[in-house]
C-alpha cells in the first residue's frame, strides 16, 4: 500500500467512520479504521459491530486530485491515534507506505511518523445486503423526523424495544414513533410511493444520533434498504449500516386519544419559556412538576411550588379555546422537550381530563404529535 | 427591601459573585448570595470563606437609571436558584420586594416568584483590610501575569505552600513565581514605585483561576492590598478578598542556571506543533517524553517513540545556535504548556547540560522564564 492523499478529505473521512469506533469494545482490531486502497480510492470502516461507517475517498473529486495511488494495499490503524495525527499533521498531502508487516509510515512536510496497525484479514466483513427495495428520503427531512422523535426514546434496558424508534412505510407514508411508556412523540411524512412496505422496522437510538451526526443539511437524496435485521443507509460516499432492534413493537393506535376535550392554541415560545422558568423551583425534584391551570377565559396559569424553594407563578394568553376549563399536573422535561422539538410558532394543545394524556400538535399542520402523561397531583 | 433594577446589570453582577459560592460548603448561609440594599445602591456578596467576592450596582451608570430603591433592606437568596431565575425572567427590569420573614417576591412582566431565603444577619462578616499600602497595576497585565505562571503551580497537596504563586514586589519590580518542583515559570513587570515592598506573597493557585475570570482584557488600573494573611483585589464596583497561604516560599534563586552552555533560538510555534505531534505517541505514557537532538548545524530533531505504538520523527529549522550540540529528553506538557504561555514569535532556549534544567525565555525581553527539568532516559 502506497498513496498519497489530501489531508481535508481525509481527516474529513476519519471523522465520518470514527463515529461508530468503541473505546469500550472487547475486540482489539474494532479499535482500528480499515484503510483499503484500489485503484479508484480509499475505503475507510469503522464498526463497533452494532453500527459500522464506510467511507469511499475517490481519487478525483470536482475535477480535483484528491488521491494518488502508488500500489494498491490495505490494514487497519488505531483509530485513537490514527485520528489525532491526521488532523494535526503540518502539509495538505499526506504520504501513506506501508512498511515491515503491518505498520505505515505517514510523511506530511517534515513530519514522519511510523505507526503500528494491525492485520487487514482479521477485520470483520460488513454484512452483504440485497438491494432490491429502497426508500430514498432527502437528507434534511430524514434529519429533522430524527430530531423530532429521537428524545422520547426509552433509556432504560428493561424493555429494550423501547429504546429505539418505530419506523413504518405503507403506501408512500413513512412515519416514526417513539415512546418510554410515560409520553409518545410521532412524526410522518410523504415519500415517494414505490410499492415498498414495512412495518415493526425498530432501529436502535442509539444508531439514529450517530446517523444524524453524519446527514446533510440540505435536500440531499438519501437510499434506505431495510432487511429483517439490518438497515443501511447510502449517503454520497458514505454507507451507514446498523443492526435492528429484535421483538414486536408495541401497538400505539389506540394510547393516542381520538378528540380533545378542552382545544387551545398559544404561542409556543412563550408556553415554553414560562415552563422553563416553573421547572427552575421544581429543578431538585426527579418529577420535575408543574401545573397548569386555564384561569380564566383566554389566560392560561402555569405554577410550580416546593415548600422548601418556594414558588412561581406564570401567566399567558391563549390564543384560542374550545371546551371546558381545566386543571392539569406533569412533567416540565417532557413537556419543554415535545415543545422545543416542533418548529411552529404556534401549537394545539388537546386534553381530554386531568389524568388522561394530553396531546401537542403544531397548528399549521398535522405531520406531529406528542402525546404526554400528566402526573396526580391531588 | 423593595426594588427594581435593570436586569442585564444584576445578571452581571450576580454571575461575579457567583464565581465565590462553592456548592460543596458546609456551611449552609454560605451557599446564598448576600443583598444589601442602600439608598446609593445593590452591595451582592459571594464567598466560600476561601474566596469572597462583593459587586456594588450604583443606582446609576453613564446617566442610566439602574437600581430604583423604594425600601433600603437585607436578604440573603439561595445562589443556586437566583442565579438561573434572573437570567431566565422575561422584562428587562425586574421588582424585589421582602415578603414574610426571609422570602422575596420577584416579579417581571408577567412572571411572579416567592423564593425563600436566609437571615442577612448570619452571613459572616467581610474582613477587615486597612488600606495604607496599595499597589496599582494595570487589569490587562495582571490577567496576563497570572496566565503565564498559573499553570506550573503544583495539584499535589502534599507541599500545600507550592499550590499558589509567589508575589514579590521590590522598588516597582513585581515577580510572580510558581513551580511543582519539575518545572519553574516567572513573569516580572514594572509598577508604579511607591515605597511598597514585599516578599513571600504566597496567592492560592485557585484565587487566581476565579479572579482571572473578573479581570478586565483593558488597561483600567487595579488596586490590590495586601497584608499578612489576606489579599485585597479593587476592581471597578468589584471588590475579591482571598487568604494567602501559610508557610514560606522555597528559595528559587539558586535553581535558575546562570547561562547555558547551548543557547540556541527557534521559531515558538513550529517547535510547539513538533512537540504536540510527538505527544501524540506518547500520550498514554504518563510521564508524556520527547526527545530533542541538535542534528547538525542549525538542524533540530524531535523524536517520541513507543515500542507499542510507533514512532514519530520531526525537524525544525534553528535560528540560530551557539554552543555543544547535546540530546535531552523531556516532560512534553510541560514544554507544551511553557511554549503557549509565551507571546512572542521567537524563543531562546537555554542549556546545561543533557540532565541539568533547560531555559525557555522569550527573544524579545527578559521578563519571562520558564525553567524545566529534564528526564533521564539512557
Given at each position: 500500500m502506497h498513496f498519497f492523499i489530501d489531508k481535508n478529505q481525509l481527516i474529513d473521512a476519519i471523522q465520518h467512520v470514527n463515529k461508530?469506533?468503541?473505546?469500550?469494545?472487547?475486540?482489539?482490531?474494532?479499535t482500528g479504521i480499515k484503510f483499503d486502497l484500489a485503484s479508484d480510492g480509499l475505503v475507510l470502516t469503522g464498526s463497533d459491530s452494532d453500527i459500522s461507517i464506510q467511507v469511499f475517498v475517490p481519487i478525483t473529486k470536482n475535477d480535483q486530485e484528491i488521491v494518488k495511488v502508488i500500489k494498491p494495499g490495505k490494514i487497519v490503524l488505531p483509530a485513537k491515534y490514527i485520528v489525532d495525527i491526521v488532523k494535526k499533521l503540518p502539509g495538505s498531502e499526506i504520504e501513506f507506505s506501508l512498511v515491515d508487516t503491518f505498520s505505515v509510515l505517514i510523511r506530511s512536510a517534515s513530519t514522519e511518523f511510523k505507526l503500528n496497525g494491525y492485520d487487514p484479514e482479521e477485520y470483520p466483513e460488513l454484512p452483504q445486503i440485497e438491494e432490491d427495495q429502497v426508500l430514498t428520503i432527502n437528507s434534511d427531512l430524514l434529519k429533522s423526523m430524527i430530531r423530532q422523535t429521537?428524545?422520547?426514546?426509552?433509556?432504560?434496558?428493561?424493555?429494550?424495544?423501547?429504546?429505539g424508534v418505530l419506523w413504518k412505510l405503507n403506501q408512500g407514508k413513512l412515519s416514526f414513533v417513539s415512546t418510554d411508556s410515560h409520553r409518545l412523540s410521532m412524526r410522518e411524512a410523504n415519500v415517494e410511493e414505490n410499492g415498498l412496505t414495512f412495518d415493526n422496522v425498530v432501529v436502535p437510538g442509539k444508531t439514529l444520533q450517530e446517523l444524524t451526526k453524519i446527514?446533510?443539511?440540505?435536500s440531499i437524496p438519501v437510499h434506505i434498504v431495510v432487511t429483517d435485521n439490518q438497515i443501511l443507509v447510502k449517503m454520497e460516499n458514505v454507507l451507514f449500516y446498523s443492526r435492528l432492534l429484535d421483538g414486536t413493537y408495541p401497538?400505539?393506535?389506540?394510547?393516542?386519544?381520538?378528540?380533545?376535550?378542552t382545544v387551545m392554541t398559544v404561542t409556543k415560545q412563550s408556553l415554553l419559556d414560562a415552563i422553563e422558568r416553573a421547572a427552575l423551583i421544581a429543578?431538585?425534584?426527579?418529577?420535575?412538576i408543574v401545573k397548569l391551570s386555564i384561569?380564566?377565559?383566554?389566560l392560561l396559569e402555569i405554577t410550580s411550588n416546593s415548600p422548601e424553594v418556594g414558588k412561581v407563578t406564570e401567566h399567558i394568553k391563549v390564543n384560542q379555546l374550545d371546551g371546558e376549563a381545566l386543571k392539569i399536573s406533569f412533567n416540565a422535561k417532557y413537556t419543554l422537550e415535545a415543545l422545543k422539538a416542533m418548529d411552529s410558532q404556534e401549537i394545539k394543545i388537546e386534553f381530554t381530563g386531568a389524568l388522561s394524556p394530553f396531546v401537542l400538535k403544531p397548528t399549521?399542520?398535522?405531520?406531529i404529535l406528542h402525546l404526554i402523561l400528566p402526573v396526580r397531583t391531588f
Open positions: 461508530a469506533v468503541s473505546t469500550k469494545t472487547t475486540i482489539p482490531i474494532l429521537i428524545f422520547a426514546v426509552s433509556t432504560l434496558e428493561n424493555r429494550p424495544i423501547l429504546t446527514l446533510e443539511d440540505d401497538d400505539i393506535s389506540r394510547i393516542i386519544p381520538e378528540k380533545g376535550k429543578k431538585n425534584d426527579k418529577t420535575n384561569l380564566e377565559e383566554l399549521d399542520h398535522d405531520r
